[in-house]
């Protein structure tokens, strides 16, 4: 079984008050990858927690043996766990992690405050992805289905090539919760796209206001997922749209007006003033 990678910050409160950000991987990711946000939302003063979803950080059978509502349940788990601490909770996703943390939204409306969503992902149709994508849908239902695994290729979701590089490093490793496995195994896909099926019915449900970060050129999930999810929240939504960034906006060369951006988002659940050093942040990048 593999070991509780989450990853739990504690900060200093924000006014007297305790607030929670529950952070969410993506599929076949690591909560390592949440981290560079974590850390800023730590300084202003909320405590952090970036779960470990189940069946990650292991190996690729354990991943593809996952199904998603499993990942679901360390959400929820997260949150339980937050919830001893903090008087309001925003939840927070990168990729397919965004889906799950709507799910939360939806669902728990009266314990989750706000949303932020990174890089949302309800299709696989960004400018890396081949044009027989859609092929992968009818494989994945074939004999050899089970045996299919997609490994990752460049540039890996970020553009910073310094950034790619050190990451590629973490993950020919070995070590699986540094940055990831190298092939997401087409189990998992399959229930990402179940995930997806469940989860797009209910984006009407959430009211809570909500944050929405995407790159213009992400090169796995085009800027068209922010668009129909923005259409379709039945809460406030702000919109960030990044110029110099790929898929994993958390890691890439922008990640710190991404954690400016949601700290200054999390200060309207605090009723908090930004500190000092983020309000220069989001003022130098918009």
């Known amino acids: 079984m593999t070991t ?24 076949g990711g690591t909560p390592v990858e949440m981290k560079p946000l974590a850390r800023k939302a730590r300084d202003a003063g909320a405590d952090v927690l970036c779960c470990h979803l189940a069946g990650h950080c292991g190996t690729g059978e354990e991943l593809a043996g996952t199904p998603w509502q499993s990942w679901y349940a360390s959400v929820e788990e997260g949150l339980a766990r937050l919830e001893q601490d903090c008087d309001r909770i925003v939840v927070g996703g990168l990729s397919m992690g965004a889906l799950l943390a709507a799910r939360l939204a939806a669902l728990q409306p009266e314990r989750v405050h706000g949303l932020v969503m990174l890089a949302p992902t309800l299709r696989y149709d960004g400018w890396s992805i081949p044009w027989y994508g859609f092929l992968l849908r009818i494989l994945i239902h074939t004999p050899i289905g089970p045996r299919l695994s ?89 919109a960030l749209i990044l110029d110099d960034s790929y898929h994993l906006v958390t890691v890439d060369g922008q990640r710190d007006l991404v954690a400016a951006r949601v700290n200054s988002f999390l200060t309207g659940f605090s009723g908090a003033s930004v500190t000092p050093s983020v309000r220069a942040k989001v003022a130098n990048g918009g």
């Open 4 to 27: 509780d990678r989450s990853i739990h910050m504690t900060g200093n409160g924000i006014n007297g008050g305790r607030l929670g950000l529950l952070l969410v991987h993506g599929l």
């Open 150 to 238: 997609f490994v990752e290729k460049p540039p890996y979701g970020i553009k910073d090539e310094r950034i790619r590089a050190a990451v590629v490093r973490a993950m020919h490793s070995g070590d699986s919760s540094a940055a990831g496995l190298l092939s997401t195994p087409s189990g998992a896909i399959r229930e990402m796209w179940r995930l997806t099926d469940d989860v797009k019915p209910r984006l009407g449900q959430v009211r809570q206001p909500t944050l929405l970060v995407h790159a213009r050129n992400d090169d796995i999930a085009s800027l068209a997922n922010a668009f129909h999810i923005q259409r379709h929240l039945a809460g406030r939504v702000e």
